[in-house]
């Protein structure tokens, strides 16, 4: 097959060395052109240099944030490719139950003046706890279980032409989670296509000829991943909305915007995009829940800025003065968001902040001895082992 339309492979001479001592090469894929791409190029690359070390692909399943055709076009390349298709899930609920989980934890957590302010249901561009937790962190749990005492290469369609963060990723780079003791692995993520544009990924679809996800085909996204991806243009939020198949988790997604009163992205409420697949009590529902939003984050203004949350929160105790200002604002919030909470009274609230900055001290403190005798050193080491 001649490929010469299309940039050569990013590589790097460690990562050359490992392929030539056969390191397996697992390929996350999604569904998405850039991934199909990364597949098909890795395979003829590994072909053409003799590698025969394990190969296979690997997918994260978000449940039903996903587009419905998204596996079952991971099981097309799969097939096509000739290569093993690994399958990982949250054990304990899909992306949508990771967020209505954290509302909840999260309203126990204001609660119990665990917070100082309201925290979002939602991933953000800053916390992308659904790629971190639900993607990155269950195939490497897998991987590393699955190759013992090797140096694993995982690779991904990263280009540089998709944001600025991806501009300055490196070709080659460790990746702590798979590193292991317990299984005596390490490795590294590999991002070969790099140097790619996204017409080369879809004419390259076109040279293999291998069929787009029909989210950039039937519905004209620009990208896949989530049907509503917090990371989602306006654009892209609204073709998906045209999908039928992903209205009921749009709804859903929208139930949590209101209760919750936090929009599914800073400068944009889900609810705004498709209101005319909502039901009226929805529509009344949004209407309330950006009234909340508004006035919460007024009350919350007032909360003076040295008591904030920081690495390390709580690292300040509160004047009297503030803990009456606090014990009312705290008031308020909970009206707004109908919460049932504790820690309202000032002398409560600095006898919680005392409580809290005394075990954030406790956590601080290292106690390590003056002079270690050889025995002694020892006995110390069990103990940190631990």
């Known amino acids: 097959m001649n490929t010469t339309a299309f940039p050569a492979l990013e590589t790097t001479p460690l990562l050359l060395d490992l392929l030539a001592k056969n390191a397996p090469v697992v390929i996350g894929v999604s569904g998405g052109g850039d991934s199909d791409v990364t597949a098909f190029e890795v395979m003829r690359y590994l072909d053409s240099i003799g590698h025969t070390g394990p190969r296979l692909l690997i997918h994260s399943d978000l449940g039903r944030v996903e587009w419905r055709a998204s596996l079952p076009q991971c099981e097309l390349l799969a097939q096509r490719l000739g290569l093993e298709l690994i399958v990982v899930r949250r054990e304990s609920g899909d992306m949508m139950d990771r967020w209505l989980q954290r509302y909840r934890d999260n309203c126990q957590r204001y609660a119990e003046l665990l917070c100082v302010k309201m925290i979002l249901p939602w991933s953000t561009p800053s ?126 997604m929208v139930d949590l915007e209101i209760a919750s009163s936090y929009s599914f992205q800073s400068d944009q409420w889900l609810g705004d995009v498709a209101p005319h697949l909502l039901t009226a009590s929805q529509i009344v529902g949004l209407k309330l829940a950006k009234w909340r939003a508004a006035h919460r984050d007024s009350i919350e203004q007032q909360i003076p800025f040295h008591l904030l949350y920081k690495k390390g929160w709580p690292t300040v105790m509160p004047t009297r003065a503030e803990a009456i200002l606090l014990g009312k604002i705290r008031q308020r919030v909970a009206e707004i968001m109908q919460l049932s909470i504790q820690y309202t009274d000032p002398d409560q609230i600095l006898e919680r902040y005392a409580e809290l900055m005394a075990k954030s001290e406790a956590k601080r403190i290292v106690v390590k001895p003056s002079r270690i005798l050889p025995v002694q050193q020892n006995l110390w080491s069990l103990e940190e082992a631990v």
Not at 182 to 188: A, L, Q, W
């Open 127 to 252: 916390m992308r706890f659904c790629t971190s937790e639900l993607k990155t962190a269950l195939i490497c749990r897998d991987l590393v279980a699955r190759f013992p005492g090797q140096t694993i290469i995982s690779a991904a369609g990263l280009r540089r032409d998709e944001s600025p963060n991806r501009a300055k990723a490196p070709t080659l780079a460790v990746q702590t989670k798979l590193s292991s003791k317990t299984h005596g692995t390490n490795g590294y993520s590999w991002y070969p296509l790099l140097a790619w544009t996204k017409q080369q990924v879809f004419d390259y679809h076109a040279f293999v000829d291998f069929p787009l996800h029909p989210a950039y085909t039937q519905y004209q996204t620009t990208r896949v991943s989530c049907c509503f991806c917090i990371l989602g243009s306006l654009h892209d939020l609204i073709a998906s909305a045209t999908c039928p198949e992903n209205h009921d988790i749009y709804r859903e």
